[in-house]
Each structure stands twice: as structure tokens, then as C-alpha cells.
């Protein structure tokens, strides 16, 4: 019965290391899909602006077409005018004109904040394109890092599952499957010290008897209070 208890012993020992081994490595996957996030979210910025540059700079050849053809028309209107022979028709081109060359003027206009607008923007190309490429490189070390200590981990993990199962092999399986679901409702605790007359599991006090009853070792008991299995450690003689 002790050699039992020794092993369920062990195997919450295995288990709460496999529990913090796979909590680890988890983070570890979490921290490995930021770094997906950041490099994806650097990318993405990167290229809406790269689509904003393109937008614009298809918005001014479009402008730079519409001033073309104005300048055109006036200097059709100015040719033309040198044949009218009416006071009537010469006004009615001039207004005509003067209406182009105000087109002109607000077409010049917005061809340049289009202009401006583009160079701020590859400004900021250069610089979100040089972060990039820093947060690459970066990203790549930080990667195999990280992927170097989830391998390890999961060396740990293997050797230790290994183990469990070599143990839980030994044990009669009805005593694992009470361990298991013990385990499961008592947040990953099935084994309890007792020690003074308390059960450390929960740290209620435990009937003389049965504190008693477990110095004869020849019998599992759970305590009372939490069910879990009871594992009398006394404190060394001082
Ligand atoms: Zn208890």
C-alpha cells in the first residue's frame, strides 16, 4: 500500500510538472503567434499606403489628362478669336476663356496637393518599409528562439509522459481513473500531505482516528473534506 501511495505521489509530481511544461509551451506558441500578428500588421500597413500612393498618383494623371485638354481648348479659344468678326462672339469667347483658365488654375492646384500629398506618403513608405524589414529580421531570430524552447519543452514533455505512463502502468487502473477525476475536480491535486492532524490538500482538521489509521500505511484513505487521497508526511524530529 505505501509502494502505491509513493506512486501516486510521484505521479501528481510527473503530472503538475507536465500541467506547468504545457502552460509554458502554450505561452510559448501565444508569443510566436504575436510575432505572426506584428509582422502581418506591419505588412498590411505597409501596403495600404503602398495602395494609397497608387491611388493617388492615378487621381493625378487623370488631372494632369484634364488640364491638358483645358490648356488645349484655351489655346483653340485664343486662335479662334483672331477670326471673329463680332463684339458679340468675341465676349462670348473670352468668358469662355476666362472659365478655362480658372479650370486650369483650381486643376494646377489640386495636381499639387496630389504631389504633396504622394511625397509625404513615400515618406512614410521609407520608413514603415526600413521597420519592416528590421522587424524580419528580428522576427526571424526571435522565432527560433522561441521555437528552440518549445522543442526543449517538448523533450521535457515526452520524457515525463513517458514516465507517467510507466507508473500509471504499475497502478491498478480503477486507482488511476479515481486519481484522474480526483485530479480533475480538485484543480490538479489528487494527493494530499497530512501532517499535525490537518489535511494539507484542504486544510481542514482531520478526524484522530483517521489521522491515526494512517500511520499503519495499510489502507488508502481520502480525507473527509476533499476527498483526496492522503499522504502522511510527519515533520522531521527537530
Ligand atoms: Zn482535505
Do not use: W
Amino acid at each position: 500500500m505505501k509502494k502505491r501511495l509513493e506512486m501516486l505521489e510521484q505521479l501528481q509530481e510527473i503530472d503538475v510538472r507536465i500541467d506547468i511544461l504545457k502552460n509554458t509551451q502554450s505561452g510559448l506558441y501565444g508569443e510566436m503567434n504575436a510575432i505572426e500578428q506584428g509582422l502581418g500588421d506591419a505588412r498590411a500597413a505597409l501596403s495600404d499606403l503602398q495602395s494609397r500612393v497608387a491611388a493617388l498618383e492615378q487621381e493625378k494623371a487623370e488631372l494632369d489628362t484634364s488640364l491638358a485638354t483645358e490648356q488645349e481648348n484655351i489655346r483653340r479659344s485664343e486662335t479662334n478669336m483672331k477670326e471673329i468678326k463680332t463684339n458679340k462672339e468675341f465676349q462670348a469667347v473670352g468668358r469662355e476663356i476666362t472659365a478655362a483658365r480658372k479650370l486650369t488654375t483650381e486643376l494646377e492646384e489640386q495636381i499639387l496637393q496630389k504631389l504633396a500629398l504622394v511625397e509625404e506618403l513615400k515618406g512614410e513608405i521609407g520608413v514603415k518599409a526600413d521597420n519592416l524589414s528590421e522587424l524580419e529580421q528580428n522576427s526571424t531570430q526571435r522565432r527560433e528562439e522561441k521555437q528552440a524552447e518549445i522543442d526543449a519543452l517538448q523533450h521535457d514533455l515526452d520524457a515525463d509522459t513517458e514516465r507517467r505512463q510507466a507508473i500509471a502502468g504499475e497502478l491498478p487502473a480503477s486507482l488511476v481513473k479515481r486519481y484522474d477525476s480526483l485530479r480533475e475536480q480538485r484543480r490538479g491535486q489528487a494527493v494530499a500531505v497530512a501532517r499535525d492532524g490537518y489535511c494539507l490538500g484542504c486544510n481542514m482538521n482531520l478526524p484522530p482516528q483517521l489521522y491515526n489509521s494512517l500511520f499503519r500505511g495499510d489502507e488508502m484513505i481520502s480525507c473527509p473534506h476533499c476527498q483526496r487521497v492522503l499522504i502522511l508526511k510527519q515533520q522531521p524530529q527537530q
